[in-house]
């Protein structure tokens, strides 16, 4: 999937994720979602754009998938 598609679809993501959280609880949402229901090879992939520093995170994506980057670091 093109970069800038997974970008976009976890910003959608975020944007929901966002209604009536604090920025905190939104990522940590986001970073359940994305961890939940995204295959592998997506949040691989996703997690290679954002740390190359490519694409337009929004401030809650961005929250979101560093939450995920550092578990992912964590883990091995």
Excluded: Y
């Excluded at 993501?13 to 966002?18: L, N, Y």
């Excluded at 929250?63 to 091995?76: K, P, Q, T």
Aim: proline fraction near 5%; include cysteine; charged fraction near 20%.
């Amino acid at each position: 999937m093109k970069p800038e598609v997974l970008v976009q679809k976890a910003n959608e993501i975020s944007a929901a994720c966002a209604a009536g959280r604090d920025p905190a609880q939104a990522a940590s949402a986001v970073a359940a979602h994305l961890k939940q229901s995204w295959e592998p090879r997506m949040r691989r992939e996703l997690l290679a754009c954002w740390r190359a520093g490519q694409g337009e995170f929004a401030p809650v994506t961005h929250a979101g998938v560093a939450l995920l980057a550092a578990e992912s670091d964590a883990a091995g």
